[in-house]
């Protein structure tokens, strides 16, 4: 089984967001970058079916030379190789672009992105794959198992969950539930010695180009004060949601 | 050329999102000077509609389009929007439509947008503001495609009532099958949604365990709110995953989101920050959650709580 999971290199989520050059564009100056978490849980589950199945697990990403450190913490957490197409990524059809060239290339059974990544909160690199290369896609996965060819999958919906199934290639959406926290691989000294031996592939992009352009960021308006109420004065809150917000 | 608003129905009835979504594109379709059209799959009231100034309407019908399945969606809508020729289609931000979106763009050879937070702000080129960095920042995002689709985040436009005449075209839906098969849906059908409440009431860690859950629960029902939960609480088990909120869980954007004994770690907030008013019920004046809220009490949750409850019962 080939299983390629999408990588997207993200600001930590605890980053103060701040902008350059007139806010056209995001200030990486002390940010540290980590792997999308979404992208995490499908990662880790895709190790797992390495280890039960002999899967083969590829990251990839799309990105500048920037990017390579996550890639090497993937291989060192236990994907057997990486791939870096080497462009900056623009929107998300561009980056679905540069991986279904990839697809069609090598074949994959199963093919991993992130639910959504937590920069840009897309949503869509995993459902523009889907119809480029004309495989089945499943959002908001929260449930894989493989039996042969046929994948059973559970995916989040507002208020429940819906089990699905299809015959291999599939593309997922992983998000938290795929596996949980605790199944998450922290890198120990071997992985980190073997991710230096394994390949770390680097293509030229397509010409593909974007459809969408980011040309501006603002930051959110200040917040008022909070209006604090004493606690033995339950009631005042109620009066003031009622007749000062207007929400109950 | 026209402008489309996708409605999303579930057992017939109209989600809030949908007339959400209708009064966003009724002021597009104004400012355009365009007939707003609107597009429904196997629905049989549609009254609601004119409230929201909707000029006409598709109704397509089809025993197949019963349950939300995302290729026989999109192929029904692709094949009808590829007739009509819109230059833009509005959908929700629920889960179903953010999943159909991307795929439906692709297959009209349109602009896909999601987290969409304003009008347009220009229309040559096409441009919107969006959220970006889990709601802790904006862009302007513009594109030069001829068609685009937006994912409008919920209670970002309100609603707007605007009085129309409808006209109704039935269609048929086309033959279309999937790869996919749906085996099973498990669906709450007796509560609240997170996606769908306009009021929330999510749990902490400061609850000590979910033998106390009652309180939230009772909370949430006088107020007819649906429950959340931060992501320890779910990762402990004390409530499901499904409750879980913020940046690695579900998006809340509710009227209303009132936090007991939830820290505010900035994961949290930024899935939950575009909520209208934020409450915060917090025995530590420290906690970073009061420099995000609206109002607060510094107070224990195992006191506050049941007089909250008290007081509400009151009034209701
Ligand atoms: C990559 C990543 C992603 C994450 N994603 C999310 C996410 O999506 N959602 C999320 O919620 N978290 C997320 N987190 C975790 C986040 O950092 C916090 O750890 C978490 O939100 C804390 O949960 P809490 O507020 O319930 O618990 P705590 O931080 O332990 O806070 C408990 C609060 O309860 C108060 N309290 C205690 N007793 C009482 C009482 N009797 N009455 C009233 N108040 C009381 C305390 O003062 C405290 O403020 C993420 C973390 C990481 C690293």
Redesign the pocket.
């Given at each position: 089984m080939n299983i390629l999971v999408c990588i997207s290199n993200v600001p930590d989520?605890t980053s103060k967001i701040n902008f350059k050059n007139n806010d056209s564009e995001f200030d990486s100056n002390g940010v540290q970058y980590i792997i999308n978490?979404n992208d995490e849980f499908g990662l880790t589950r895709a190790i797992w079916f390495q280890e039960k199945n002999n899967a083969e697990v590829t990251v990839l990403t799309v990105g500048d030379q920037t990017c390579e450190p996550i890639l090497r913490k993937c291989l060192a957490i236990g994907a057997n190789k990486a791939i870096r197409i080497d462009a900056v990524p623009k929107d998300g059809f561009f980056v679905a672009s540069q991986i279904s060239e990839i697809c069609k290339i090598n074949k994959y059974d199963l093919i991993i992105c992130g639910r959504e990544s937590i920069d840009y909160n897309g949503a869509m690199v995993g459902g523009i794959l889907s119809n480029m290369i004309n495989c089945p896609y499943v959002a908001n996965c929260i449930g894989l198992s493989i039996d042969n060819k046929k994948a059973t999958l559970e995916r989040e919906i507002d208020g429940g969950k819906e089990v699905l199934s299809c015959e291999l290639p599939v593309i997922i959406g992983s998000q938290k539930g795929l596996v949980e926290e605790t199944d998450l691989i922290i890198p120990n000294m071997r992985g980190i010695m073997q991710a230096r031996q394994k390949t770390l592939e680097v293509l030229p992009a397509n010409s593909i180009k974007n459809l969408t352009d980011t040309n501006k960021f603002f930051k959110p308006q200040p917040k008022k004060e909070v209006k604090l109420v004493d606690s033995e004065d339950v009631n005042e809150l109620i009066n003031l949601l009622q007749n000062e917000a207007k929400v109950l | 050329m026209s402008v489309i608003v996708y409605i999303e129905s579930e057992e017939n009835k109209i989600k809030k999102a949908s007339l959400e979504a209708v009064s966003y594109a009724k002021k597009i379709s104004e400012s355009l000077k365009k007939d707003l059209i609107a597009v429904s799959l196997n629905l049989t009231d549609f009254s609601i509609l004119k409230n929201y100034g909707v000029d006409k309407l598709y109704n397509i019908s089809d025993d197949k389009l019963k349950v939300f399945e995302v290729n026989i969606y999109s192929n029904n809508l692709s094949n009808l929007f590829n007739e009509l020729e819109p230059e833009i289609i509005v959908i929700t931000s629920s889960a179903n439509s953010r999943y159909l979106g991307p795929i439906l763009a692709s297959k009209i050879d349109a602009a896909y947008m999601s987290n969409v937070a304003s009008l347009p702000i220009s229309y040559s080129p096409f441009s919107v503001k969006r959220s970006c960095f889990t709601n802790k920042a904006f862009n302007e995002t513009s594109t030069k495609k001829s068609t685009v689709v937006l994912s409008l985040s919920s209670n970002s436009y309100g609603l707007h009532e605007n009085k129309s005449n409808l006209i109704l075209e039935e269609i048929k839906g086309i033959d279309s099958n999937s790869a996919l098969k749906i085996d099973s849906l498990e669906k709450l059908t007796n509560k609240v949604t997170i996606a769908d409440a306009d009021i929330v009431v999510s749990g902490?860690?400061?609850l000590k365990g979910p033998e106390n859950w009652h309180l939230i629960e009772d909370l949430a029902k006088v107020l007819g709110a649906a429950t959340a939960c931060?992501?320890?609480?779910s990762d402990m088990g004390w409530r499901p995953h499904s409750e879980?909120?913020?940046?690695?869980?579900k998006p809340v954007a509710s009227n209303l989101y009132i936090a007991?004994?939830?820290?505010g770690?900035i994961?949290?907030l930024a899935?939950v920050n575009s909520s209208k008013v934020k409450v915060v019920?917090?025995?530590?004046p420290e906690?970073p959650f009061f420099r995000s809220a609206d109002y607060g009490i510094v107070g224990?949750?195992?006191e506050v709580l049941p007089k909250l409850i008290e007081g509400l019962k009151a009034i209701k």
């Open positions: 989520t978490p | 902490g860690r400061g931060s992501k320890p609480v879980h909120v913020g940046q690695t869980g007991v004994g939830i820290s770690a994961q949290h899935g019920i917090n025995n530590d906690a224990d949750a195992f």
